[in-house]
């Protein structure tokens, strides 16, 4: 008996491997505010998934923004039973580019305070 085909799924995601990332990308996917937001929230360095954010876009344009960051390299995505839980790639950005990410979310940070944004 021949072993069977392994089973794909469409169910996942395409990520860049660690040496496909560009640090123009990255910061491409983190010019744009709402992406930069999501990056925030995602740097206390829990794992949350898509519904947890209330972005200020429509639901198409909220896909938009996680399948930049995705793809740039800066979240991996993957799904948990029916959720599509997302986490920075701390991890893979630190070592091709050491102390950016810190850097990018603590001045991030700094400029939500100065503008009274919370989020």
């Given at each position: 008996?021949?072993?069977?085909a392994p089973i794909t799924s469409?169910?996942?995601?395409?990520?860049?491997?660690?040496?496909?990332?560009?640090?123009?990308?990255?910061?491409?996917?983190?010019?744009?505010?709402?992406r930069l937001s999501i990056a925030?929230?995602?740097?206390?360095?829990?794992?949350l998934s898509c519904s947890h954010?209330?972005?200020?876009?429509?639901?198409?344009?909220?896909?938009?923004?996680?399948?930049?960051?995705?793809?740039?390299?800066?979240?991996?995505?993957?799904?948990?039973?029916?959720?599509?839980?997302?986490?920075?790639?701390?991890?893979?950005?630190?070592?091709?580019?050491?102390?950016?990410?810190?850097?990018?979310?603590?001045?991030?940070?700094?400029?939500?305070?100065?503008?009274?944004?919370?989020?």
């Amino acid at each position: 008996m021949t072993p069977a085909a392994p089973i794909t799924s469409s169910r996942v995601l395409p990520h860049p491997a660690r040496a496909d990332i560009r640090l123009e990308g990255v910061l491409h996917a983190l010019s744009d505010p709402v992406r930069l937001s999501i990056a925030r929230e995602l740097g206390a360095g829990d794992e949350l998934s898509c519904s947890h954010f209330d972005l200020p876009v429509t639901k198409s344009t909220t896909t938009h923004h996680f399948r930049v960051l995705r793809e740039s390299g800066v979240i991996r995505q993957v799904y948990r039973g029916t959720a599509k839980m997302n986490g920075l790639r701390r991890d893979d950005l630190d070592a091709l580019f050491p102390g950016l990410l810190d850097t990018l979310l603590a001045a991030a940070d700094r400029q939500a305070a100065r503008l009274g944004d919370v989020g």
